[in-house]
């Protein structure tokens, strides 16, 4: 994916979580889009809460990767793994921080109702996990053997 193409991508999740929080805040108000905001557990440092939402989102990414985005992955089970590991995020990581996984999931929501409390946790623990889940997809399982040619076939 091109640069400008990731731009494009992340404007329109932006855009996409605010407009649905903009729904929600037509339709039930501000306390059920703050309610709906993720927030941290009572007892829950920011870093902490980095750590959880660096944790959930490694793993979301590193299963997109193997069977979405690998082109030897099991692209035929992919939803499958890809909704597993979302439900598995969220039934750890739900009652910790909410679960978002997404920064998007929480910028909406936040810009919509004017909530930002441990907002950044919500920025850096995605962008961190969904970093390393892919670097270490790609150093460690998408790796080539040493001395491999690839080639191409045009059909």
Known sequence: MTVAAAIRYWIAQLLGGFSAALICLGLFGRDVVVTGTPQLAINLTGAQGILVE????????????????????????AGLAIGSTITLDILFGGPLTGAAMNPARVFGPALAANFWHD?????????????????????????????????????
């Open 54 to 77: 660096a944790i959930l989102t490694f793993f979301l990414v590193f299963v997109v990767h193997g069977t979405a985005v690998d082109q030897r992955g099991g692209r035929q089970i």
């Open 119 to 155: 907002h950044y946790v919500y920025w850096l623990g995605p962008l961190i996990g969904g970093a390393l889940g892919g670097f270490v997809y790609r150093i460690l399982i998408e790796r080539k053997p040493a001395g491999r040619i690839e080639t191409i076939t045009v059909e």
